[in-house]
């Protein structure tokens, strides 16, 4: 008999708490066992039927849902996967949920129940990949840039770093990025998120780290000092120009049904950069990244993958490293080190 995956659905509106437990329920390995409206109600429901997945409404009457999830993973840590409007609004409290400790989240379904067709097998994905994941409360402080070297453009000879992320990855990206001084090497970043969110994200990054952190717009001049964040609505790649390199957007179809897709990055880079290209694939759910990465070791360039210990969800680097595209594994904590030390 199937163990089926137990959901806790907490929102403060009925039609939203229906809407979400008949989606959960029509999986067939994923049970709604509970609803609350608030969470007063939600904290009691756990201790009762201990359920193995929380999806939480990032606003709520009362105690919001923020409030909620840092009191919940002080006293009983637990996978939750985030329910949230996609407005400017609703990515800052989600990017915050992400930092207390959520694994993932999603935007919530219209109100008259139509949504996109993968929307349903989306959320069970993630609710899936949450039970397995690992999750963890963000406490980092920015440390101090670490004195470097200056380092040559792209085009000067100067390595390029490309890293793809997903489920986990805002985090992951973080804890990279905070120790990276302000003449890092140029880096573009594929983190799967939805248009709406990229922007918050990148101007999160760009308040703590050292770098400049961008949103990626197109045409932008590749040089050191910078990270360019893939934007929500298409893939990013890297193009030669007469001065170096550029940045490039498309709005080519989805590739492993995610535009931008982190394959698109590392095969520009594997293309163009070959030898002088540092790949990096952290944390997340699915296989996107990994052949990108093996034709980036085959051009090349050296790579890294995040171990399974520090992942949240150890499924986009333990593809990578199974097809033989990791050429270095290392934990979280040890990545900036070793990839600032390649890149001298």
Same mark, same amino acid.
Not at 94 to 117: N, S
Not at 224 to 229: A, F, L, M, R, T
Not at 230 to 248: D, F, K, N
């Given at each position: 008999?199937?163990?089926?995956?137990?959901?806790?659905?907490?929102?403060?509106?009925?039609?939203?708490?229906?809407?979400?437990?008949?989606?959960?329920?029509?999986?067939?390995?994923?049970?709604?066992?509970?609803?609350?409206?608030?969470?007063?109600?939600?904290?009691?429901?756990?201790?009762?039927?201990?359920?193995?997945?929380?999806?939480?409404?990032?606003?709520?009457?009362?105690?919001?849902?923020?409030?909620?999830?840092?009191?919940?993973?002080?006293?009983?840590?637990?996978?939750?996967?985030? /329910?949230?409007?996609?407005?400017?609004? &609703?990515?800052?409290?989600? *990017? %915050?949920? @992400?930092? =207390? #400790?959520?694994?993932?989240?999603?935007?919530?379904?219209?109100?008259?129940?139509?949504?996109?067709?993968?929307?349903?097998?989306?959320?069970?994905?993630?609710?899936?990949?949450?039970?397995?994941?690992?999750?963890?409360?963000?406490?980092?402080?920015?440390?101090?840039?670490?004195?470097?070297?200056?380092?040559?453009?792209?085009?000067?000879?100067?390595?390029? /770093?490309?890293?793809?992320?997903?489920? &986990?990855?805002?985090?992951? *990206? %973080?804890? @990279?990025? =905070? #120790?990276?001084?302000?003449?890092?090497?140029?880096?573009?970043?594929?983190?799967?998120?939805?248009?709406?969110?990229?922007?918050?994200?990148?101007?999160?990054?760009?308040?703590?780290?050292?770098?400049?952190?961008?949103?990626?717009?197109?045409?932008?001049?590749?040089?050191?000092?910078?990270?360019?964040?893939?934007?929500?609505?298409?893939?990013?790649?890297?193009?030669?120009?007469?001065?170096?390199?550029?940045?490039?957007?498309?709005?080519?179809?989805?590739?492993?049904?995610?535009?931008?897709?982190?394959?698109?990055?590392?095969?520009?880079?594997?293309?163009?950069?070959?030898?002088?290209?540092?790949?990096?694939?952290?944390?997340?759910?699915?296989?996107?990244?990994?052949?990108?990465?093996?034709?980036?070791?085959?051009?090349?360039?050296?790579?890294?993958?995040?171990?399974?210990?520090?992942?949240?969800?150890?499924?986009?680097?333990?593809?990578?490293?199974?097809?033989?595209?990791?050429?270095?594994?290392?934990?979280?904590?040890?990545?900036?080190?070793?990839?600032?030390?390649?890149?001298?």
């Amino acid at each position: 008999m199937l163990n089926k995956i137990r959901v806790l659905v907490v929102d403060d509106s009925a039609l939203m708490r229906t809407i979400l437990a008949r989606m959960i329920n029509a999986a067939p390995d994923l049970e709604v066992v509970g609803s609350a409206p608030d969470a007063r109600t939600a904290f009691e429901m756990i201790k009762s039927i201990n359920p193995d997945v929380l999806t939480l409404d990032v606003r709520m009457p009362g105690m919001d849902g923020i409030e909620f999830l840092d009191l919940l993973m002080r006293q009983r840590p637990m996978p939750v996967v985030m /329910v949230s409007a996609f407005t400017a609004a &609703g990515s800052e409290m989600t *990017l %915050k949920a @992400l930092e =207390l #400790g959520a694994v993932d989240f999603i935007g919530k379904p219209r109100a008259d129940g139509r949504c996109h067709d993968d929307y349903g097998e989306e959320l069970a994905e993630k609710i899936r990949a949450a039970k397995d994941a690992h999750p963890r409360r963000q406490t980092l402080a920015a440390p101090a840039p670490t004195p470097s070297a200056p380092l040559l453009a792209g085009s000067g000879g100067g390595r390029i /770093v490309f890293v793809g992320a997903s489920t &986990g990855g805002t985090e992951a *990206l %973080k804890e @990279l990025l =905070l #120790g990276f001084p302000a003449n890092c090497p140029p880096t573009l970043i594929v983190q799967h998120m939805p248009e709406t969110f990229t922007a918050s994200f990148a101007k999160r990054l760009d308040s703590l780290c050292a770098p400049r952190i961008i949103e990626a717009q197109g045409n932008e001049k590749v040089e050191p000092g910078k990270v360019y964040i893939a934007p929500g609505h298409s893939h990013l790649q890297i193009r030669r120009a007469p001065h170096g390199y550029v940045t490039e957007l498309l709005k080519t179809p989805p590739v492993n049904r995610h535009r931008p897709s982190v394959d698109v990055l590392f095969d520009s880079a594997a293309a163009l950069v070959g030898r002088q290209a540092i790949g990096v694939i952290l944390t997340g759910m699915g296989k996107d990244g990994a052949l990108g990465l093996l034709r980036m070791r085959q051009a090349g360039a050296q790579t890294f993958g995040q171990d399974e210990a520090s992942c949240v969800v150890y499924g986009m680097p333990r593809e990578a490293f199974v097809v033989g595209a990791v050429e270095e594994q290392c934990p979280l904590g040890d990545m900036t080190r070793r990839v600032l030390a390649v890149s001298r």
